[in-house]
């Protein structure tokens, strides 16, 4: 195993050279399921080591040869941090450890919050995602930019940064949003610049899009209270949904029905504006998932002009091209 970890670190000499002189030092370090162990990945996250598991553990001991090794070659300190993530459910087996240590992380000149153990499952930034934000930061200045499906907001800080002149970041966790505020501050952007709305996805983009809000109630159930927002087209909206995931006012399902979180984003998407879409399934081809996305245009009412891949770079390595993120620009 180390010596398929060290043989990837050389591989990525070049391209770790070319991240730092763009003042970036999030990266993936080693890619098992394309690097040859299969759910193991290492990742750097600025003065932290990341270490996860998603089939089998390994020892304290492996642990410490990796981060030696990763340590060596990078010619740094790092924190490290194990999270093993093979039970079923792919949640952390010490999923009940909290700690407060934290540090600071950059990406393309941008400062992001990096926490250790924290109430969350995932990384508070999705590396493999740089080559959206990176789209984001060299296509956002001068445009009204929506963040749907926000998290830590990554995308709308970005955007805010490259000189967007409103940023709305949407996203249903609370604890998400704050980190995002925080990311906000580390990067000096006010009020003005960056605004968070914490809803669901559905009673938000609807409202947006001008759609009346419905629910799903039950017998003698009451009408949930949702926050209201008022209608608003964006130049540039980027829709980054979760696989599955289901409230009372309507059901993600990437797989079956990844038009009902996509007709919503292009009806809030200006007439001549952009849409980064992004789907995340590893067993949905991107070619099957262009089809989708393009007749859920045409039927929607927004034909699209132009469509441009986005890969992630070359940290997540894919020998077929297959790759589990999928990410398009449609110009509509």
């Known amino acids: ?10 591989r990525r000499r070049s391209l770790l050279e070319n991240l730092q002189a763009e003042s970036s030092d999030c990266y993936r370090l080693f890619h098992g399921i394309n690097e040859g162990v299969p759910g193991l990945t290492v990742d750097r996250y600025g003065p932290q080591l990341l270490i996860q598991t998603f089939h089998e553990p390994v020892s304290s001991g492996d642990c410490e040869l990796i981060h030696a090794a990763v340590e060596a070659f990078l010619n740094c300190a790092l924190e490290m941090l194990y999270s093993d993530r093979s039970s079923a459910n792919s949640r952390r ?14 990406e393309l000149g941008v400062s992001y919050r990096v926490k250790g153990k924290h109430k969350g499952q ?14 984001i930061q060299q296509n956002a200045s001068g445009k009204s930019v ?4 926000s998290y830590t907001c990554g995308v709308g800080v970005v955007a805010a940064v490259a000189g967007a002149t409103r940023v709305l970041n949407v996203d249903f966790s609370t604890r998400s949003l704050d980190i995002g505020r925080e990311n906000a501050r580390l990067n000096h952007l006010n009020d003005q610049q960056i605004d968070f709305f914490q809803s669901d996805f559905f009673t938000a983009a609807k409202q947006l899009a001008n759609i009346p809000v419905k629910q799903r109630l039950g017998r003698g159930r009451k009408p949930k209270p949702f926050p209201h927002i008022a209608k608003e087209q964006f130049d540039l909206v980027f829709l980054d949904p979760p696989r599955w995931a289901k409230s009372a006012f309507g059901t ?12 919503l984003a292009l009806l809030a998407t200006k007439l001549g504006g952009q849409l980064l879409c992004a789907n995340n399934v590893a067993s949905v081809t991107y070619e099957e ?25 070359s940290d997540f390595p894919s020998p077929d091209g297959q790759f589990p993120l999928k990410l398009v620009v449609l110009q509509l």
């Open 93 to 106: 087996s010490d999923d009940y450890r909290v700690d407060s240590w934290e540090g600071i992380a950059h």
């Open 1 to 10: 195993m180390l010596d398929l970890i060290q043989a990837a670190l050389i």
């Open 289 to 313: 998932w262009l089809a989708i996305v393009l007749r859920c245009a045409d039927k929607a009412g927004c034909p699209v002009k132009r469509v441009t891949r986005l890969e992630p770079e």
């Open 122 to 135: 995932d990384p508070l930034l999705f590396l493999d995602m740089r080559a959206g934000r990176r789209w």
């Open 146 to 149: 929506l963040n749907l499906f």
């Open 252 to 263: 993600v399902d990437l797989i079956r029905d990844y038009p009902s979180v996509l007709k």
